[in-house]
């Protein structure tokens, strides 16, 4: 009876910020970009061609690899039509191909532009062939979604399909999209900034560190025709001079493999991650910390600090997801350890905070997956501390106010997980009151929806836990509204992968409360849910693992009702899908799914008197139950009590009452003292002492689960 709020979350990665130049993904193309203009704006559209094609990028910069890739001497070629289009039915054979050729779209935007039927079909076409939308927006008049604005409609200088995202089949959404503008709309300085603003995005380097060498060369040219200009002075002063720019070199070159380093660390763990590159990005890793091995740490800038750790982070995560969870814990604690000092450096960096935190938070995962809860308690106790040390320092910071609130449900699942479920509640609830609060405030983002959905789902767990199913069915049922909102918002697969996992839950709920068709009908909408997404991303293991649980549920729920036949066929289903997820999906998932198809497939056999199948399977399930150490570390005990109790249940029907009795003393004597037990559970102790002749001992057990309505199960043994 796993916890079923939700699957593993392991991409709380740092976003970045909205003063940040947005990296785009750099493909091969005949053209560097193509300029999209109304010919009404021609005079700008000739400066900008002009001013891209004679940019020569600064030399510290050529050959770098950024997150788009290597950066190019010269942005050349740069395509745009020359001719007006009016006449034309479509955009042209010569205008398709140069779409398709070009790695960028440069929209200029203005009021002239948005009603330009061309302007906006070259932008339909761009989106179709690059989803990943490589559009540069840059405005030379208007104002940017002011379509929007009521009595502002004619100042609009975006194009409809510029304010609109596509998917991946190409299609327009309902999606507003976030193009990257630079503003071009002054004179001298403020145009200057604009325009490498664009070139900023489109090498994948910060503004702020393309302004920086474009000033530096302006002062080098004018450092040499000083040096030109006093050439017969002193042979001191060349000296200096060429001291100087001898600095400048080694620390371009520093920053240049600094920069080499956040491509490998950043863009390429994002490349191979979901496609499962392990051993690739084992390598990224080895290759970073290779280049830092010959630094002296002590001597190491804060950034260089921290990018180290991010370093040891990376290789942190492949071992993570391989299972290896001790090797892990040792390269977080490293990370951990260099982003301590950074912080006792800087005591007072947000952003430095920040990074320790997310180390913090990592060694608390691990110790929740590892089955070690008080672990992972002073782990997130820790991350909460430095979470409101965020918010101290920016109180208006959303994502530091987030982060506060997902220390808090951390903090709540690692005292769920040691059976202090009143505790969890508590935390559970304290967080979904702050979360309701900033869903109120912006109610149309999914993030802090999304959030709001998870507390109700660890909240419905906790309730169901202390036995209060009314309590526990209405927050599943309002997770499941708020989702259901969250999809007609125009939300992505997430939500419906969200939505499967509360109409499971809802159907367990059910089940436990004797509902015998709203429990079944809820656990076929979690099995359909699964089934319509898988066609999406047929590759996806974490939607095939949650169509495989849910068809399990479903099969333990139709049996409970005396469904036997259908209930044999949806187990023989969901365990087939289950038997054939990869070994690099989450192997804790992944072995307590197997356990409960071997717990389950010998239940169904002992209900159609196959001793010899129930057997097998019994003894399968102990055998995998015994080896399992699940972030539930109490809930394994009683899962291997429910092994051995159906170990005994076959030997019974053997006639071997010694062999019986055997197995379900061995259960009982493993199941735990002075723990607050949920009904599954106080269930599985009370059948182990009516098998064992104890009824005295077992009926209070079975008073307390009959005054909270829990359906059991008819046994047989």
């Not at 070629?77 to 205008?95: M, N, S």
């Not at 489109?202 to 025709?225: N, Y």
């Not at 507390?455 to 199913?469: E, M, S, T, V, Y």
Request: glycine share 8%.
């Amino acid at each position: 009876m796993g916890k079923l709020t939700q699957l593993p979350v392991r991409n709380r990665m740092r976003k970045a910020g909205a003063s940040e130049v947005r990296r785009i993904r750099r493909r091969h193309a005949r053209y560097f970009a193509f300029l999209s203009y109304s010919h009404r704006d021609k005079e700008l559209a000739d400066w900008l061609h002009r001013e891209i094609e004679k940019f020569r990028v600064p030399r510290a910069l050529v050959g770098r690899l950024t997150d788009n890739g290597v950066i190019p001497r010269r942005l050349t070629p740069v395509f745009r039509d020359e001719q007006e289009l009016a006449a034309a039915a479509d955009l042209g054979e010569e205008i398709h191909t140069a779409l398709r050729a070009s790695q960028y779209l440069i929209v200029l935007c203005s009021p002239h532009a948005a009603t330009s039927h061309w302007t906006n079909a070259e932008v339909e076409e761009f989106k179709r062939a690059r989803p990943d939308d490589n559009i540069l927006a840059a405005i030379a008049s208007g104002e940017p979604f002011a379509s929007d604005l009521e009595g502002r409609e004619d100042e609009e200088c975006f194009p409809p399909a510029l304010r609109f995202q596509y998917d991946r089949r190409g299609r327009p959404t309902p999606k507003r999209a976030e193009p990257l503008a630079a503003d071009l709309r002054g004179e001298g300085e403020v145009r200057r900034i604009g325009f490498l603003k664009l070139i900023a995005g489109m090498l994948g380097v910060g503004l702020d560190e393309l302004v920086q060498r474009e000033t530096r060369r302006r002062h080098q040219r004018l450092a040499w025709l000083a040096a030109a200009a006093f050439a017969g002075m002193t042979v001191t002063s060349g000296l200096a001079f060429t001291a100087i720019q001898a600095r400048d070199a080694a620390r371009d070159q520093r920053r240049e493999a600094e920069g080499l380093v956040e491509f490998m660390v950043g863009d390429l763990r994002n490349k191979l991650e979901p496609i499962g590159k392990l051993d690739a990005l084992d390598g990224v890793g080895s290759r970073v910390l290779a280049y830092y091995s010959k630094q002296d740490t002590a001597e190491l800038s804060d950034d260089a600090l921290l990018q180290r750790s991010r370093a040891l982070n990376l290789m942190a995560e492949v071992a993570f997801n391989r299972g290896n969870l001790e090797e892990a814990q040792g390269l977080y604690k490293q990370a951990m350890a260099g982003t301590a000092e950074a912080v006792r450096r800087a005591p007072d960096d947000a952003n430095g905070i920040f990074e320790h935190a997310q180390n913090v938070f990592w060694v608390g995962e691990v110790g929740r997956f590892a089955g070690r809860p008080q672990q992972a308690e002073t782990a997130y106790r820790e991350y909460k501390r430095l979470a409101d040390r965020l918010t101290t320092l920016e109180p208006d910071n959303l994502k530091y106010r987030m982060e506060v609130l997902y220390a808090d449900e951390d903090l709540g699942i690692a005292l769920f997980n040691q059976h202090r479920f009143d505790e969890a509640l508590a935390a559970f609830q304290a967080g979904l009151g702050q979360m309701g609060t900033l869903v109120a405030l912006n109610p149309a983002n999914t993030t802090y929806r999304k959030e709001y959905s998870n507390l109700l789902g660890w909240i419905a767990d906790a309730q169901r836990a202390q036995g209060n199913f009314d309590a526990a069915i209405d927050a599943r049922r309002r997770q499941l509204a708020g989702l259901k909102q969250l999809l007609a918002m125009g939300s992505d697969s997430d939500v419906q992968a969200k939505i499967i996992t509360a109409h499971q839950g809802l159907g367990i709920l059910l089940t436990e409360r004797g509902q015998a068709a709203p429990a079944v009908a809820e656990l076929r909408s979690a099995v359909d849910e699964a089934e319509n997404l898988i066609p999406i991303e047929p590759r996806n293991t974490t939607w095939k693992f949650q169509a495989a649980s849910a068809r399990v549920e479903l099969a333990k729920s139709l049996l409970a009702f005396g469904q036997v036949g259908e209930a044999s066929q949806q187990a023989a289903q969901g365990c087939g899908q289950a038997a054939v997820l990869p070994t690099a999906f989450s192997t804790s998932l992944r072995k307590n799914l197997g356990t409960n198809c071997d717990l389950l497939q010998s239940r169904l056999a002992l209900s159609n008197g196959a001793t010899d199948q129930a057997s097998r399977f019994s003894n399968a399930a102990l055998a995998a139950a015994r080896a399992q150490h699940s972030e539930d570390p109490i809930g394994d005990r009683y899962r291997l009590a429910m092994a051995y109790r159906l170990v005994g249940d076959v030997n019974q029907q053997r006639n071997d009452p010694e062999g019986a009795a055997a197995a379900w003393s061995t259960g009982l004597d493993g199941l735990p003292a002075n723990v607050a037990e949920r009904p599954w559970e106080t269930n599985e102790r009370a059948e182990l002492l009516r098998r064992l002749g104890r009824a005295k001992e077992a009926a209070p057990l079975s008073a307390r689960l009959d005054s909270i309505r829990f359906h059991r199960m008819p046994q047989r043994h």
